[in-house]
C-alpha cells in the first residue's frame, strides 16, 4: 500500500474554484489529504473519497482507510476538512464550502467522479455535493447522518465551541500540551459527561509556536455556520432534485442520528438509499470497523462508470 500526504492548492487554473447554489457562488480551498492505493486497486474506478466529522480529522480514518484500499478494489483518499486538522483555517464552514472544497479537490487531481464517503459533518458536505453536482458522483456513502436535524444530545454543542473560543486564551503559556489538557480537563468535564466524548476534545488542544494554546479545529468558523451546518441543514437543499444515485447509509443502533423519521427524510433526497445498521455508536467505523469496511467494500465492487 502506497500512502502519500501531500498538500497543494486545489484552485482551479482561473483562480477560483466554484459550485453554484442558484446565483450564489462558493469558493473551494485546498485541503490536506492522504491517498492509500494498492495493487489490487482499479485506479480507473472512482475512488473513495472520505470526510470526517466535526472535530476529528484525517487521522481518525487512517485504519479503515488502508483496510479498505487493501480488501476493496478503490483507491481512497481521506481529506481534513477546512478549519481541521492541517487544512486551512479560514471563514465559511458551510455545506456549500465544504462540497465546493470536494469538488476543487477534484479539479486538482483530475477526477471526473468519486465515491463520495462522509462522515456527521463530511456526510452532509458529500450530500450537498451530490444534490449539486451528481455527474461527480458515482455513488454516496453516508456514516450516521441525514438532511433531519442533528439529535439535541450530540455532546458536540454550541456551547462547547464557544467555550474552546474562551478557554483557549486563559492557559498558562509556561505549561506543556499535556499539562494545558489536564488545565482544561474540568471546566469541559461539567459540559461532556461521556468519557470518550471528553477525549474528543481535550485531546484537539495544541500547543502553538508562540507557546500559546489553540485546536486543531478552527471554532469560530464553525460557529459562523452553525445554524446552516447543525440545525437547518435541509433548508439549504430547497429547490435541489433529488440524487438519483445508490446510496448506503451506515447508521449506528446505540446513536440517536439515524431513526425512523430521519430516515424518510432521507428518502426525499436520496430516494435509492439502503441502510445498514451496526451494533455501534455515532463513529460507526471505530466501533465496527470490520463490518464497515465489509459493506462499503461491498457497496463498491462494481464499477458503473468504467
Known amino acids: 500500500m502506497a500512502r502519500q500526504r501531500l498538500l497543494g492548492s486545489i484552485l482551479s487554473k482561473g483562480g477560483a474554484q466554484v459550485l453554484r447554489n442558484f446565483q450564489s ?13 494498492s495493487p489490487r486497486n482499479q485506479m480507473q474506478a472512482p475512488p473513495i473519497v472520505v470526510m470526517h466529522d466535526l472535530n476529528l480529522s484525517l487521522e ?11 480488501v476493496g478494489l478503490r483507491q481512497v483518499i481521506t481529506v481534513d476538512a477546512r478549519n481541521h486538522g492541517l487544512s486551512p483555517y479560514i471563514t465559511g464552514h458551510s455545506p456549500m464550502h465544504l462540497a465546493a472544497d470536494v469538488e476543487a479537490l477534484m479539479s486538482h487531481q483530475r477526477l471526473n467522479k468519486i465515491v463520495a464517503l462522509g462522515h456527521g459533518m463530511g456526510g452532509r458536505a458529500m450530500m450537498t455535493l451530490a444534490l449539486t453536482q451528481p ?32 478557554v483557549a486564551p486563559s492557559i498558562p503559556s509556561n505549561l506543556s500540551l499535556s499539562e494545558g489538557r ?17 477525549r474528543r476534545i ?56 439515524v431513526t425512523t423519521t430521519s430516515i424518510a427524510v432521507m428518502q426525499r433526497y436520496f430516494p435509492n438509499t439502503v441502510v445498514q445498521i451496526l451494533d455501534a455508536g455515532h463513529c460507526v467505523y471505530e466501533d465496527q470497523p470490520e463490518q464497515f469496511v465489509e459493506l462499503v467494500v461491498e457497496f463498491t465492487q462494481t464499477c458503473l462508470v468504467c
Open 202 to 257: 481535550i485531546y484537539n488542544l495544541r500547543k502553538m509556536q508562540d507557546n500559546t494554546f489553540g485546536w486543531a479545529v478552527n471554532p469560530q468558523a464553525v460557529l459562523s455556520s452553525w445554524g446552516e451546518m447543525m440545525i437547518n441543514y435541509e433548508a439549504t437543499l430547497g429547490g435541489l432534485r433529488p440524487y438519483m444515485g445508490e446510496v448506503l447509509l451506515i447508521a449506528g443502533s446505540q446513536s440517536e442520528f
Open 135 to 166: 455527474q461527480l458522483v458515482e455513488r454516496v456513502i453516508l456514516v450516521d447522518i441525514t438532511p433531519a436535524p442533528v439529535p439535541s444530545n450530540f455532546y458536540l454543542t454550541r456551547q462547547v465551541f464557544e467555550m474552546m473560543l474562551q
Open 25 to 37: 457562488f462558493v469558493q473551494g480551498t485546498r485541503l490536506e489529504y492522504v491517498s492509500y492505493t
Open 182 to 198: 489536564t488545565f482544561i480537563l474540568p471546566l469541559f468535564q461539567d459540559v461532556v459527561h461521556d468519557a470518550s466524548e471528553l
Open 60 to 70: 481518525s480514518w487512517r485504519q479503515v482507510a488502508v483496510n479498505l484500499s487493501q
